[in-house]
Each structure stands twice: as structure tokens, then as C-alpha cells.
């Protein structure tokens, strides 16, 4: 069986982890590009400040998901940990700014910097780099913030023993959420749900704010038991 094991979330507001119950209203203290100093990743993220936004979302929500799932990761460990990925437009916006550089530029040249960008499966690859994954790295096209496709995708490569344990989630340009799938544990007080209540969740098409609401209520719900 395939259990939720942790959540981690951001917006342009707050950002939070579900099994360990945190909620962190930041806007009015702090810029999102400075989250990173605010202990949200387990150690100095290098160059973080050239990503673009949908990366350092994706990496911000990655890093919180895996905390939220008590998995630590550092500089000089790699895990066999996939992660798979899903939004609504691709790397479009990234797309967009390089071209309009270009044309800046003269159409000669546009920022390298830029151009990393333009692959919808980039902010993957940089928070794969930084959390030391080393397992499936894959981006699913939608044309919704559906998040049954990668959910199920992540849940059969844990069962065709391609990664034990995957990242899954969507990054939009101001809301991201990731969740940690693997499988049975013999200790029960790690897991948030199984695979089957997560997806009864998802499959009502909530906002993002009330799905995370759905899923820190079912985590007070567990620990009522």
C-alpha cells in the first residue's frame, strides 16, 4: 500500500508543512526571495537567487515536504528519492522572458541565466540538485492544476520499484504544494494518510486553500485517535 507520508506548501502568503502542523504567515515580514534564509532548507542553497520564481517555489515546497515527512537530506547525501511535477503552462512564463531578452538584446543574445529556464522540467532538476535526489525525475503536461495524473504516476513507480520514495505535486507561478508518497511503514505515526483518502481529497477539485485546510483537518482528525 502507498501512504502520504508529508505535505509541504507555499503561496505568496504562507507556506507550511502539514504533518508537523506549521503555518507560516510571512508577507508582511519578509520578501519571498528571502524565505530561503528563514530555515526553510536544511542548509545554504547556492546561487539561489538566479532561479526564477517557479523554481524557487518548486524547491521551496519540495525541501518543506520532505521536512514535513521527517527526511533529511545534506550537501554530501544522495538519496534514491524521485520527484515528479505538474502545472498549467510549462516553463511559458520563463519563455517568455528569454525571448523578450533577446529581443532586448538586439536579437544577437539573450542571458544564458534565462535560457535555463525554458524547460518545464528545470525547477525539478534544481531542487533535485540541492535536496540530493537521485531517483525519476519527470514533468507531466496538463491543462489544469490537476494533480491525480502525477500522483498516480508517482505512486506506480514506487510500485514497479523504480524509486521507495517520490515527490509529486504542482508549481504554479503562486502556489505550489508536493507531497511525499511511499510505502507501508511498520510505524504508523508517520503517516498522514493512505494513498486512497489523498486521492478522495484531490478528486473534489478544491481551491488550493481549502485542500490544504482538507488535509491538515484530516491530520487532527488522526491524531484525535
Not at 540530493?132 to 514506487?158: C, F, N, R, T, W
Request: charged residues 25%; glycine residues 8%; hydrophobic residues 40%.
Amino acid at each position: 500500500m502507498i501512504n502520504i507520508y508529508g505535505i509541504g506548501w507555499i503561496n505568496d502568503e504562507e507556506y507550511g508543512c502539514i504533518m508537523k502542523g506549521i503555518q507560516v504567515y510571512y508577507k508582511d515580514n519578509a520578501k519571498f526571495d528571502t524565505l530561503s534564509k528563514k530555515g526553510i532548507f536544511s542548509y545554504p542553497f547556492k546561487n539561489f537567487g538566479r532561479l526564477d520564481k517557479l523554481s524557487k517555489i518548486t524547491c521551496y515546497s519540495a525541501a518543506l515536504a520532505l521536512k514535513d515527512a521527517g527526511i533529511k537530506y545534506s550537501p554530501n547525501q544522495k538519496q534514491d528519492i524521485g520527484i515528479i511535477g505538474t502545472n498549467a503552462s510549462g516553463s511559458l512564463q520563463s519563455d517568455i522572458n528569454y525571448f523578450k531578452d533577446y529581443l532586448d538584446s538586439g536579437r544577437i543574445l539573450s542571458r544564458g541565466n534565462l535560457f535555463v529556464y525554458t524547460l518545464p522540467t528545470s525547477p525539478l532538476a534544481e531542487a533535485a540538485i540541492h535536496l540530493g535526489l537521485q531517483g525519476p525525475l519527470l514533468y507531466a503536461a496538463g491543462i489544469d492544476k490537476s494533480l491525480m495524473p502525477v500522483m498516480d504516476m508517482a505512486a506506480e513507480m514506487i510500485l514497479f520499484d523504480e524509486a521507495p520514495i517520490m515527490l509529486a505535486g504542482m508549481a504554479e507561478e503562486n502556489e505550489t504544494v508536493y507531497f511525499v508518497l511511499a510505502r507501508n511503514s511498520d510505524s504508523k505515526q508517520n503517516i498522514l494518510c493512505d494513498f486512497a483518502q489523498a486521492k478522495e481529497i484531490l478528486a473534489r477539485d478544491l481551491i488550493f486553500s481549502r485542500m490544504i485546510k482538507e488535509f491538515s483537518t484530516l491530520k487532527k482528525e488522526k491524531g484525535r485517535k
